[in-house]
Structures are given as C-alpha cells and as structure tokens.
C-alpha cells in the first residue's frame, strides 16, 4: 500500500485527537481517562507521517525507537511487525505509549510540528500495544546466540526492564530482582491504574518474560542477598543497580507526625499496587477520603497522580497546593489539563508552615502561607518566598506531600567500596554508567535523582549496550570515579 | 512462594511456623524481620523472625489479631506462603554489655528470644521476665529458660508465676544487682511503662517498635516515629530504637489510624473464612504456574 497523499496534502491533515471518557464520569472510578485509537483511526493517522529522508522523531526518543518504521508498518497494516519494530529499541511499548511526555520527544522533534500538529507517535505506539493485547499476539524481536554471560539486574522498573529487554536480544542470560511482590516498581506502585492500568504493566513484562528474561520477587538486594554474593556465589558476570529513588523527602514541618499525612509514595503504593480503592475486597487500606477534604503538596506528575487519586477515592475536595505558580509546575501539561477538568484545585504560591491536629492526632487543618516568586536561580527556575502576615488554615483530612524523593540507601550500605555522592546517589559515570565496583553498573532515578518513566528507560538501555561491551570485552578501564562520575539533576 | 513445613499452636491464637526460605534463613540476624502476603489481595504484615534453622528454614511466631494474623493462624504445614521478604531491619545490637534483663510481654517474647539468645551467646548475664494475662498466653518459658541465668514469669491474673505486672518484677531485679541494659518488647503501655522505671536510673533500655509498614524498604515512610523528637523509618532505621528517646504516645496514635479499616475487614473475614483460605490456595496454585 503506498500513501494517497503527497507531502504537502499531508501537512494539511488534521492530527486525529485521543478520545477520552467524560471527566464527569471518571472523576469517580479508576478505569483509564484516555480510550485509545481504533485500527481505522491509527491508519488515517499513520498517513500523515512525512516520511523523512533523515528523519529527526528517532532523535528526540531517550530510547530511540525507529518511528518512521514502525509508522509504515501501521500504515501496512502489519501491526504485529509494528510492535516487533519498537521492541526493538523500547521493552515497553504498552507503558511509554500512555506515559512518555511525547510532546517534549518524540512529536517535539517531529516535521509536522513546525507548521502545524505533530504526528501523533504517542497514541499510534499505544495503538500497536494495545491491538497486541485485544489479538492475544505478542511481536518478539529475535535474540542473538547465547553468549553464556550472566547478568543480574536490580529493580524491576523502567530502567531495569528496559535493561532486561536489550540484554536479553543481544544473548545474554538475565535475571531481574524485585523487592516488591510484583514486578514493574514505579509503574505498579506509583503510576495510577487510570492513567497506566496494571494490566498493561504485566502485559509488557510477560512479553519480556517470553523474550527470556527470567524475574525473582520478593528480593531486597543488600539485605536478602548483597551485590558481593550475586557476583560470587551466584554467578553473574556483571549487575545494573537501578534501584529508582526509593526514599520519600517530607516537609520538615511540624505535625507530619499525624495521621492522614502520607508521603505520596505511600498514598500511591496503598492505592496502586495494593489495590486499596478495592477494600474491603482487598486487604489493605487506606485513610478513607469519601467526603473528605484533600490536599497534595508538590507541582510535579506524582502530585497531580496523588490528587486525582484522593478524588477517585471520593474526595469531596481535592486542593493541590504548589509554592511557585502554575508556569513553573514541571508536572505535564497534559495532566495538569486532566486534573483541571476534573475539579482539582489549584493552590499556587501557597506553601504549608505547619500541620494541626485534633485531641486523636488526626489531621485536621494545614497552615499555609502565600508566597511570592523571586528572580531565576542559577537553574534558571525562579524561587519562591514566604510573604510575612500571610498565614492563612486550610481545614484538610488528609494532606499528601509529593515533594520528591531521596536515594534510598539500603545497597549503598551495604556495599562498602560503591560509591556514592552527597547526597547518597550512586555515582556512575555518564557515559558508561559504569561505577566504581567493577561488573557494576548503575542507572535510572538512583543515580540522576528523580526523572521520567523514559530517562529511566533511557538509562537502562544504556546500561544495557555498556555492559554487553563489558562482557564481551571483558576489560573494566574507565571506571567512574568519586564526583568525576556524577550526574545529579536539579 | 514459601511452602510451610511446620505448624503448631503455643498458646491459644499464638501458633508457630517453619517455613522453608533459603535466602532469608541464611541472611538473618536476631531482631530482624519479614514482611509477609498471603494472597493476591492481601495486605503486607511484618513479623519478626524467631529462629532459623541449617536446613533453610525460617521460624515465625504468630498471634492471631487482625484480619492478615488470624488467617495465617489457619494455615497448616503443606499449605504456602504467597509472598515472604527479607530479612528486613537492623539486627539487635548485640555485644558483652554485662548484665542484661530481657523482658518479653505476650507475643513480644517470641520476638525478644532470638536477641535473648544470641546476647547469651555473646557471654552477657541473661536475666529473662517474661509477662502473660494468664497462664495459657504463656510462651517459650523453657526456651527462654534455657538461654536467661534467671527467669522470672508474671501473669496479670496470677495462674501462674509471680501475680503482677513485669515492671514490678523489673523494679525487683534493679534494686538486687546492677543492670547494664534492658530489652523490653511487647505492648505499646508495656514498654512506655518499662522506659519509665529505668529513665530515672539512667539504664539503658531498647524496645522494639511494631508501627504499620508497607514496603518494609524505606521507600514508603508509613512506619514513621519519633524518636528524640525526629522522624526514623521503624523498618530501616529500626525496628529497635532507645526506650528513652521514643514518642509511644505517637507510636500508639499512628497504630490507630486504620482502627476502623482493621475492625470491617476482620468481620468480613471472619463471616467467611473459607472464602480467604481459597485464595490463599489459588494464589499459591497460580504462583506455582507462571513464578
């Protein structure tokens, strides 16, 4: 099948839009917001794809998935080749499809985009993913020979299974760690089931489970067996530590003591993997929110995750509460357009001084002050400060801080000669993502601090091409040294 | 999955299980802990490992309270663990300290014998206490026996034992000979009242905390204490912290929080226990399908 229009027919098409469920209606349960592209829509949108000589979409995606590629293959009709062609390059097509900031990647570095609306990659990946799972097929790449190599991978998040995916092709055998019950980290945890359902999350790791890769859970690495002993007695020829940022950062304000103050690691984990919006029908719980007044504190997408997550528990109001103003959220805007239409609140330069509760230590009002933004730092981000006399309550029952996280020590410690920087995340060069254990590598949130689902997936492929260099090789020059290695953001 | 290979009754609703867990049976050090699943909508409870064995398997003591406790309690040997993680937690401290009481209320003494054992082992004066409501709540009293120099048992209502509480036992113990340092685990009122005795005598004293945990790793901060006025993670930090430096009225507070939760989702349970034993089985069958 060859494309009806020309180039310049194309520039005109209109970008087909993403339906989406009622904000109404979705606001109250937690089946997904957007629906999904059906075959006939993905291929009249796959039509609009210019084709490229040299393309640039490729270039903006962390993991370099061939887009143009897999685009004709849409356009062929062949969407099981489609999905062979971006697992390739990406382990979890289902996954980046709904949660990648494509806008920023992929369909920011697309042709189309300076005249009028980029192609929409994002949705056309989801696309493939999900006509795989309706058809019951899964599209394997093929894996390289069997090189006998070993290789151990801690984390079964985004950075480790997209470690896992590349290691596995090029013939490696791969085992992943997860200290968790159920593989996926962040994205079974944190990511909510109405923005990324957990089923998507176990379809992607059963198609790397068929490419090979083989998963333990229930596996804290550093303390139910430490690197040392994975290397030794175990086996493995080499390990990528991509542990992601496991150590929640709370206000350091009086009253965090209370109860109904969650970190959002802990509100998601309950909600998410926990399935806590099922209890009783599930056993764990969480603080009930039904008619309850709801805030989250922070302007990221784990806020924006937490909020939506209080309202669909039944919030009767839901306040994010964000001590810059609405230009300098770093959440996407997407989302925050998602919340907006929901009825979130928007709290800006707003900042909590101290939590009140009642004679129970329940939680029952936050005092906040306005603040007022400064000039740029050396980030470039501009900073915010407490305006004095401002000081207002907002009654609350449950107030969730979404403030970022911290790198949690539990291998650092029990690793002596692994390095780490300040501020205890494992220094690893940026190159290699080599650190100074030899065989280890390190990658994703436990070295960079906080990211994106796709920076990790970034780092954990490459991790994957530096340590398929190491085994083959054989040879450890170059190793990361002290603060020479270190890439920390923000 | 983690198949149990041995389960008895102590005490009535305080049972006993080995289970099979290479991993963790040769990593773990007394005072550490696991957290437990039994099946896919199941919560993550921790317990403290009570002993481990050569062949691989782990010991856990288990009185049966909530929802999660009383539906293990059911669970015999053949039957299986879904989801079993650790060792978790820093091991006791353990060294020559000298003369050492060590004070078990309740089930808190399954968790305060492998401590007890190993600071025997380190050369320490063992003095044991152990406290029980009444004579059939009483646990492990030769196991301890075999491990303490002294041991003394009170029951609150007298059926056995010296009639009272530990901490007069306590107080008797202090006033006879010079104590270097005091364990105390078990009640949240029990160890706030053991603190209390030893504060003005400047004797140090640990507790072992049992706050509601999620993940058991630091990363969700849900066991959060106060301890000298900061924030520690009973799950990385601790779970054992000064006696002294511990806020329990905050620790008793937070336990509360899911009272009403905890209450519904024992009735439900209890209206229908088969219906959860199934799923323990189907989650364990599934498991052993697709690992």
Same mark, same amino acid.
């Given at each position: 099948m060859t494309n009806p229009y020309s180039p310049k027919e194309r520039m005109k098409l209109p970008r087909l839009p993403m339906p989406e469920r009622d904000p109404a209606v979705r606001?109250?349960?937690?089946? %997904?917001v957007n629906l999904g592209f059906e075959p006939d829509v993905a291929r009249e949108e796959s039509?609009? #794809?210019? %084709? #490229?000589?040299?393309?640039t979409c490729n270039h903006g995606c962390p993991v370099g998935v061939k887009v143009k590629e897999f685009v004709a293959l849409i356009e062929a009709g062949d969407y099981l080749a489609a999905a062979a062609k971006i697992r390739e390059d990406n382990a979890l097509p289902a996954v980046t499809g709904r949660v990648c900031p494509q806008e920023d990647q992929c369909e920011g570095a697309?042709?189309?985009?300076?005249?009028g609306k980029p192609l929409a990659i994002g949705h056309l990946e989801r696309f493939v993913a999900d006509w795989e799972r309706e058809a019951g097929v899964v599209g394997l790449p093929v894996n390289a020979p069997a090189t006998g190599k070993k290789v151990a991978i801690v984390g079964s998040g985004p950075a480790g299974l997209a470690a896992a995916g590349d290691l596995i092709q090029r013939g490696h055998e791969v085992r992943v760690f997860e200290a968790?019950? =159920?593989?996926?980290?962040v994205l079974l945890y944190g990511i909510p089931e109405f923005r990324l359902p957990k089923e998507i999350v176990r379809q992607d790791v059963d198609g790397l489970r068929r490419m090979g890769v083989q998963f333990e859970t229930?596996?804290?690495?550093?303390?139910?067996?430490?690197l040392d002993e994975l290397m030794g007695? =175990?086996?493995?020829?080499a390990v990528f530590v991509?542990?992601?940022?496991g150590l929640p950062r709370f206000?350091?304000?009086?009253? =965090?003591?209370?109860?109904g103050v969650y970190s959002a690691n802990e509100f998601l984990t309950r909600v998410?993997?926990?399935?806590?919006?099922r209890f009783p029908e599930s056993d764990e719980p969480v603080y009930d929110c039904r008619d309850k007044v709801v805030a989250v504190v922070g302007g990221g997408n784990t806020a924006l995750d937490s909020i939506r997550t209080a309202l669909r528990l039944g919030a009767r109001e839901a306040f994010l509460i964000y001590?810059?103003?609405?230009?300098?959220?770093?959440?996407r805007a997407e989302e925050v357009h998602h919340a907006k239409d929901e009825g979130i609140q928007f709290l800006t330069l707003t900042n909590p001084v101290e939590l009140l509760g009642d004679d129970r230590a329940r939680l029952r009002a936050a005092r906040c002050v306005k603040m007022e933004l400064g000039d740029p730092d050396a980030s470039g981000r501009r900073q915010s400060t407490p305006i004095p006399g401002s000081e207002f309550e907002v009654p609350l029952d449950v107030i969730i801080i979404a403030v970022g996280t911290g790198a949690n020590p539990i291998i650092q410690s029990t690793t002596p000669d692994l390095q780490t920087n300040r501020r205890g995340y494992i220094a690893a060069d940026? =190159?290699?993502?080599?650190?100074?254990?030899?065989?280890v590598f390190a990658g994703g949130d436990i070295v960079t601090g906080a990211a994106t689902v796709i920076l990790a997936m970034g780092a954990g492929r490459k991790a994957a091409r530096s340590m398929h260099e190491y085994l083959v090789s054989g040879a450890w020059e170059g190793a990361a040294a002290g603060n020479g290695g270190l890439r920390v953001l923000g | 999955m983690f198949p149990i290979v041995e389960a008895r009754f102590l005490a009535p609703d305080v049972k006993l299980f080995r289970l099979s867990s290479s991993r963790i049976a040769k990593k773990r050090q007394a005072g550490q802990f696991v957290i437990i699943r039994l099946h896919e909508d199941g919560e993550r409870i921790p317990l403290t490992i009570a002993g481990s064995a050569d062949d691989g398997t782990i010991t856990l003591i288990v009185q049966g309270i909530g929802k999660t406790t009383k539906l293990l309690n059911r669970?015999?040997?053949?039957d299986a663990i879904l989801d079993v993680v650790g060792p978790l937690g820093q091991a006791s401290e353990v060294e020559l300290f000298g003369t050492v009481v060590v004070i078990g209320g309740g089930v808190g003494t399954a968790i305060a014998y492998p401590t007890a054992v190993a600071l025997h082992q380190a050369g320490n004066r063992v003095i044991g206490i152990l406290g029980a409501r009444n004579r059939d709540l009483l646990i492990l009293e030769k196991e301890m026996g075999a491990v303490c120099d002294q041991l003394i048992v009170t029951t609150d209502d007298g059926s056995?034992?010296?009639?009272?509480?530990v901490t007069t036992a306590l107080a008797e113990v202090i006033a006879a000979e010079k104590v270097d340092r005091v364990l105390a685990i078990g009640p949240v009122p029990m160890m706030r009242a053991v603190a209390e005795v030893t504060r003005p005598l400047g004797i140090k004293t640990i507790v072992s905390l049992n706050s509601i945990m999620v993940d058991?790793?630091?990363?969700?901060?849900?066991?959060r204490v106060l301890v000298a006025g900061a924030a520690k993670f009973a799950c990385v930090d601790g779970p054992e912290f000064d006696a002294h430096e511990v806020d329990f009225t905050v620790l008793q507070q937070r336990n509360a929080m899911y009272r009403d939760a905890e209450a519904e989702s024992l009735r439900t349970f209890l209206a229908d226990p088969e219906k959860d034993l199934d799923r323990v089985r189907t989650s364990c069958q599934l498991h052993e399908v697709t690992p």
């Open positions: 606001g109250h349960d937690f089946g %997904e039509l609009r #794809c210019l %084709e #490229c000589a040299k393309p697309c042709l189309l985009g300076k005249r968790l019950h =159920e593989i996926g980290g229930n596996v804290v690495v550093g303390k139910t067996v430490t007695e =175990e086996g493995y020829d991509a542990t992601g940022a206000l350091g304000i009086p009253g =965090e003591h209370l109860c998410n993997l926990m399935k806590a919006y001590r810059r103003s609405a230009g300098e959220m770093p959440a940026p =190159e290699t993502l080599r650190t100074s254990k030899p065989g | 669970l015999e040997a053949g056995y034992g010296r009639h009272g509480l058991g790793t630091g990363m969700c901060g849900g066991c």
